[in-house]
């Protein structure tokens, strides 16, 4: 019997569905992966991009920073959204320490769902969140 909660089990599969489609480079999978606060939640690619998401469905959270591809090498971060930017990162390493530094508070495992159901759970669990600015869609 397999006692794995479904979240996690949910989770570990898309880890293993990102390295296995080959977009994401292996030093940058292998680093996010080792991070437990960042293997915790749900990995998507794009464009040789790796996001991660605080829900496990389609469509997924954008309010932490994604990691992109650079020259030579090196990484850019950028986000939560598009339209933001953090800066260069020279290792895999420097780019994971970049996300981990700017995830929202109390990003947790993640909520299996969609970012819409992730929204309503966490305005009945957490009521005083409700007035807080709401980056969870792109």
Request: hydrophobic letters at 40%; a negative charge.
């Amino acid at each position: 019997m397999d006692t794995t909660p479904p979240g996690r089990a949910r989770v570990e599969a898309g880890w293993q569905k990102v390295r296995d489609d080959g977009r994401v480079r292996p030093d940058l999978l292998a680093a996010a992966f080792a991070e437990p606060r960042l293997r915790q939640l749900f990995p998507w690619t794009g464009m040789g991009e790796l996001h991660f998401s605080r829900c496990t469905e389609n469509p997924w959270t954008w309010d932490i920073p994604y990691v992109l591809p650079a020259a030579e090498g090196e990484y850019w971060v950028a986000g939560p959204l598009r339209t933001e930017t953090v800066g260069p990162a020279a290792t895999p390493r420097q780019a994971v320490t970049m996300v981990l530094g700017r995830l929202p508070p109390d990003c947790g495992p993640a909520f299996v769902g969609t970012r819409d159901e992730l929204a309503a759970h966490e305005a009945t669990v957490l009521p005083s969140a409700a007035g807080d600015v709401d980056r969870s869609t792109d």
